[in-house]
Every structure is written in C-alpha cells, then in structure tokens.
C-alpha cells in the first residue's frame, strides 16, 4: 500500500475507532466513504480498532450497539469486498451469544476520545429515562457545550464554575481536563446522578485527592453536589463558589421547571452582583420551548446572545446532528 493510502487508512481508523467508541448513532456514520475493497489485513484492522479495542474490551459499551455495528460492517463488505474476515462473523456470533443476558444489565459504557492521550470513559444508563431522571445518560447538548468550550478554553480557564444539571458529568469533566478552571461544582437535581458522576470523575482522574468532600487536583477544586433549582439557596457550596461561570446543557426541554430553573440562575448572577457569564446549550426539539425560556430570561434582565456552534468540519467530539443544538451566552448589567 502507498504511503499515503497507508497514513489515508489509519485516519480512518481512528475517526471510525472515536465514533464507536462513544456510540455515535449508526445512521450517522458514513458508511459510503468507507474505503472500498478492504484487504484481509484492512478487515481485521477494523475489528481491532473496534470490537477488540482494549477500551471495549475493559469497559465495554452497549452490546446492542456493538452488534449492530457488525451488522452494517457486514454488509458494506458483502457489498464491496469478496472475502470477509473470520474475525468479524466469530465476533458477531460471540456478542450475540451474550446478548440475553445483557438485557438485565442496566448500565454501559461510553468513551469519549479527545486527544490521542486524553480520552474519557462513562459509565451511563442504557435508558433514556432511568431512576425517575434524563441524566443519567449523556445527551447531545452536552457534547456540543464540551466542544465548543475546548475551543474557547479562555472562557472557563482559572475560573470558577458551577454546573447545573451536570448528570454523568460528562461536559464537565471534559471542561476540567481541557480548559483548566480552577474551581469546579457539579451538581444535579438527582442524586442518582451525582453519585453516578462521582464514580465517573473517580475513574477519569484516578490522581485526584478526596478530603472532606472535595477532590483536588494541583491548582483545581472539585465537588459534587446535589442541587435542586427551587432550593440552590440553601446549597452552601453554591453560595461560597460564587461562580464566574455557569454551564447547562440540555435542560430546557420541560416547561414545569422553568420558574425553578430561571430562579435558580438569577440567583446564582446575584451572589455575584451580575458579574457572572452563563453558556447554556440546548437541543431545539421544540422551538415554541425553547423561546419560551429564552423569554423569562429577557423578562429578568438578561442579555442573551446566541453562540457560533463548532462546524462538523471543526468537531472534536462527534454527536448527533440531525436536531440542532443552540449554544447562548447569558449576561445581565
């Protein structure tokens, strides 16, 4: 193989290798471009890039997911290739073989590959809705929030920030590792979530110090709390951050909770006396709910700003696209 072809092909995999790790959604991946002809050797590249991962194969993601992934590999190289590999139908049937017994299995794994050596592994639900709450899975908005603070880590870097409904902790770990806040509470209404995120950063930052409540790390402060919106002012870790930042993603989406939620902020800003930035993203499912959110804000005083979202051509992370994803700055005098 040419040089270039050869360097073509590793890009591949590693794009491909990011996109099931973190299960981005099959339809979403390109399975036209895939590379046509793939040799013997190609196919078992694949595989390993994948299925035998040493990720997968320690923590490993949904099993539905990693068979239908097979499904659709199958059957671009039904198509596009003469000879398929062993490897690919010995690990088709060994998943399926498990499949019934995972079924019982409430939880999996996701990861999240940010830089050749700096990746993120989350233990999330396997439902949407678990447990009486959304947040114990990682939804789009929250991938779109972490990127576009990779690319801006000023906004957040030697600051301190508070996360409002952080669920696995995802974005905010992310923001952690890749823009260097220097004061950091994650927080969410449930407390499944908050000892689920725990677990999460305990196994994402293994150097972390725990002492009276407080993980540290060098020059950064982390803790965990449990916050519902209509008390955050009895929520002393809120109260003595006095965040710079706020970050929330995904919470706009059920209109019963947005007195609590525009409370919560406008107290927050107050601590503050205003000199307070807040990124918001939300996934527009409803765009008559989403403006009517945005309207208490505006009735509330703050400046609201709509963010340039990261470009697919510019993505660190890959998340599903198909229903967009709104990123605001809030500010008020």
Known sequence: M????????????????????????????????FPKNLTWEQQKNVIDYTINSPLNKQ????LSYQINFLKNLLSYLEKYCGEIHD????????????????????????????????????????SFVAEGTTGLCSWQASLALADFLIQHPSLTSDKSVLELGAGTGLCGFIMLKMCQPKHVVLSDGSSSCVKLMTENFIRNFPQAIERNHKF????????????KWDCISDIE???????????????VYDDSCFSD?????????????NQVEMFLAATVRNEHTLNGFLDILDTLGFHISECDDVSKENNILYWDRSTPVKIFKLARQ
């Open 2 to 33: 040419p040089k270039s072809a050869e360097c073509n092909f590793h890009v591949f995999l590693k794009n491909l290798q990011k996109q099931f790790l973190c299960c981005f959604p099959l339809h979403c991946i390109q399975w036209e471009d």
């Open 59 to 62: 923590f490993p993601i949904k």
């Open 87 to 126: 490897e690919i139908y010995e690990n088709y049937c060994l998943i399926q073989a498990k499949l019934a017994s995972d079924f019982t299995e409430k939880y999996a794994f996701k990861h999240y590959i940010v830089t050749p050596d700096t990746q993120f592994t989350i233990r999330e639900s396997k």
């Open 216 to 227: 540290t790390m060098a020059t950064q402060t982390v803790e965990f709390s449990v916050v």
């Open 237 to 251: 870790e809120v109260s003595l951050l006095k965040p710079d930042i706020i970050i929330a993603a995904d919470v």
């Open 261 to 273: 939620l525009s409370s919560a902020i406008d107290y927050v800003f107050k601590l503050k006396n």
